[in-house]
Structure formats: C-alpha cells, structure tokens
C-alpha cells in the first residue's frame, strides 16, 4: 500500500512549472525516505509535472513543512512533527529549500510596545473594537474569520482558496482544544476585519504537565493600508489576556520568514524551531 500521497492536478504552478506536490509524508528513516522521495518524483514525471514540492498535504491549509532543527523545546500542538534527520534526505534527492519557516517563544507576556498605544487610539477613535470570540455563537463567528481568512492570505506563498465548507470542518477539529478567551476578533463597526486564532498547548497535557503556554497560531488582518498596525496590537492582547489567565508562555507557531508576522513576533519572541518546504527540478 502506497505510504505517501500524490497531487497534480489544480496545484499551483512554481515558477512557471506544472508542479506535483508529495504529502502524507510519514516519518521514515533517512533511507527509507529516499526510496520513498524517487518513487514519488518519478510518478510526478511521469503526470506530466516538472517540479515538484514537498512535504505538503495537497495545500498550506494541511499540514506541510519539514523540521530541520529541533532545538531543546519540546513539541508543540498543531505543529509538524519530523525527525529532523529527514532533512538530509531531501537534500540527497536534490530538493532545495523553497520557504523557510519558525516557531518563536514569548516567555514575558507582560511585554508592551510603547509605540503601540498611539496606533490603539486612532483604531479606538474610528470605531474598531476587539472582542473576544462568541463561544455561544460559535458557526456564525467561524464564518467571520473564514471571510478574513480568505482575503488576508490571498498572496500568501502557495495560496489556494478553499470553500466555508472545507474551512469550517478544518477549524471544528481543534474547537475541543479552544479557550474562547483568546481567539480574538477585530471589527469596524460591524465589520470584521481581523483575527487571532490561539489555543493551549494541548501536548503539555498530554506530557502529564500543567498547561503553561498558548500557541498563538494565526493572525490575519484585512490587506489594506489603514489597518496597519492592527496585528501587532492582536498579539500583545493575547499575550496580555494568556497572562491573566495565569499562561506563562506564549510560542509564535510556524511564521514564513518572509511574512509581516515575524516582525511582529520579532519584538516578543526568540526563534525555538526551524522548518522548511523543499522544491525540486524535474528532469
């Protein structure tokens, strides 16, 4: 039985080449990931693709990425978990690095950026407000964060959109895991207009530990100039409310180093993992 999963058809084109992605990648051996990486490129060839991407499970929706450095930080919930040794792998079969990605860890959520209180007062003077998510509401608030989501992400490094349907299931899988206190949501008026998506650290618990830290895993603000700033002041409220709730740590999950998001994280956060997504030229 086939370990892996293949896609080719309605991926997104990398630089200009029909392009295969590989996911459902299992955590193999460092040999056994190389046999597995041939067998995978050639069926691509022979789809008609001549690049390929991997590890990524049919879109960035899903899981993808591969962990190249592990660090002391144990896992964390919601994030990939590969040995780091695969990344040599990769290499091998002559995948390159395409993005590039972290996690980053607060450990003073009591951090506060001066400049950020100018910015709070102009968004308060027009009326933006930032409210934490209706748990009593719970459909109707998913379907403003998945009309942010949407248009927030759309030039994100291989974005493809996917309907209310396929958002909304993706997010009721982790709503067992939620605090309502800490999803945030921003409005103009009655306009959304931005989100944070954080949830505790579901793996301390496993671990048998008290849970300590937040995973702050999505900020999304609508793309236009006049919200600037607005994620930087989403950030220090999780922080400020994970605090209040007696959280001790807050990690910045999984931000592509060429996002607006990690200057954000930059601020608060000191990087804790690496990972990155591989490409390949198909001959």
């Known amino acids: ?19 295969g992605y590989i996911g459902n990648f299992p955590d193999r051996d460092p040999e056994a990931a190389t046999a597995l ?15 390929a991407i991997a590890p990524i499970d049919g879109n960035t929706w899903h899981d993808y990425r591969l962990v190249t450095e592990w660090g002391k930080h144990p896992p964390f919930f919601l994030e990939p978990n590969t ?33 950020l209180i100018s910015v709070q007062k102009c968004f308060s003077d027009r009326g933006i407000n930032i409210r934490s998510l209706n748990p009593e509401n719970l459909e109707a ?27 909304m299931a993706l997010y009721r899988l982790i709503l067992p895991y939620i605090q309502p206190e800490l999803i945030l949501i921003a409005e103009e008026g009655n306009k959304p207009i931005g989100f944070l998506f954080a ?32 994620g930087s002041i989403l950030v220090e409220k999780c922080h400020a409310i994970a605090f209040q709730m007696g ?37």
Request: hydrophobic share 40%.
């Open 141 to 167: 608030e998913l379907e403003k964060i998945y009309h942010i989501a949407i248009a927030a992400f759309r030039n994100n490094f291989l974005y493809q959109p996917i309907s209310k349907t396929q958002f």
């Open 199 to 230: 949830l505790p650290d579901a793996l301390e618990a496993q671990r048998g530990e008290a849970i300590a830290t937040v995973i702050l895993k999505t900020v999304a603000i609508l793309p236009q100039r006049k919200y600037a700033g607005l």
């Open 37 to 51: 990486l041939q067998v995978a490129c050639q069926e691509l060839r022979e789809k008609g693709c001549s690049f």
């Open 83 to 115: 040995r780091a040794s695969l990344y040599q792998a990769f290499l091998e079969q002559d995948f390159f690095p395409i993005a590039r990605y972290y996690s980053a860890l607060c450990t003073d959520l009591q951090i506060r950026d001066r400049r």
């Open 247 to 283: 959280y001790q740590k807050v990690i910045h999950a999984l931000m592509n180093r060429a996002n607006p998001s990690s200057n954000i994280s930059q601020y608060y956060a000191n990087p804790i993992r690496h990972y990155v997504l591989f490409g390949k030229q198909l001959k």
């Open 1 to 19: 039985m086939k370990s892996y999963s293949l896609w080719w058809e309605n991926t997104i084109a990398y630089q200009g080449h029909p392009t």
